[in-house]
């Protein structure tokens, strides 16, 4: 098997609420838009995050474990400078995230922060000028 991720796919509560969040938040083009079942939106060279309400994923994949606490994933999203970072996290707050942790430094050498999507999935915004934030945006500028 070929190490290959395709697609994303998150069970929401709300597709509509998704819809809205995504794509006339954040502007982001869906590629399939069926309303109240499916989003998918086209997010890399090739890769498709695909938001599929609760009832479609339950009848095909299983039942989803509900519950406290967060869902145990990170999404993320890299920036090629810190200044992106900011930008992003502002854009998500515009796009009515549910909330924004402000970015600071890591441990890590990079600047990160968060914020929480409709249905609480976490997505990390980040500046990683190490050698694996550069595999994901090669274009990151070292100094930040």
């Known amino acids: 098997m070929d190490a290959r991720l395709s697609f994303v796919t ?6 509509a609420a998704s819809r809205a969040f995504y794509v006339d938040g954040l502007g982001w083009r869906p590629e399939v838009d069926v309303a109240g079942e499916v989003l998918m939106i ?3 060279e090739a890769l498709v995050l695909s938001l599929w309400a609760e009832a479609g994923f339950e009848a ?17 999203h ?10 992003v996290l502002s854009a998500a707050r515009a796009a009515g995230a549910t909330g924004v942790w ?15 999507d409709p249905d609480g999935y976490r ?3 980040a500046w ?7 595999v994901a945006v090669p274009d990151t500028d070292p100094a930040g």
């Open 10 to 15: 998150l069970a929401v509560a709300d597709p």
């Open 42 to 44: 086209k997010v890399g």
């Open 60 to 76: 095909e994949v299983g039942p989803i474990r509900r519950g406290p606490g967060l869902a145990p994933i990170t999404l993320a």
């Open 78 to 87: 890299n920036a090629t400078t810190r200044a992106g970072v900011d930008a």
């Open 102 to 116: 402000p970015a600071q430094r890591r441990d890590w050498g990079g600047y990160s922060g968060y914020f929480a």
């Open 123 to 125: 997505w990390e915004v």
């Open 128 to 134: 990683n000028p190490g050698p694996i934030g550069l």
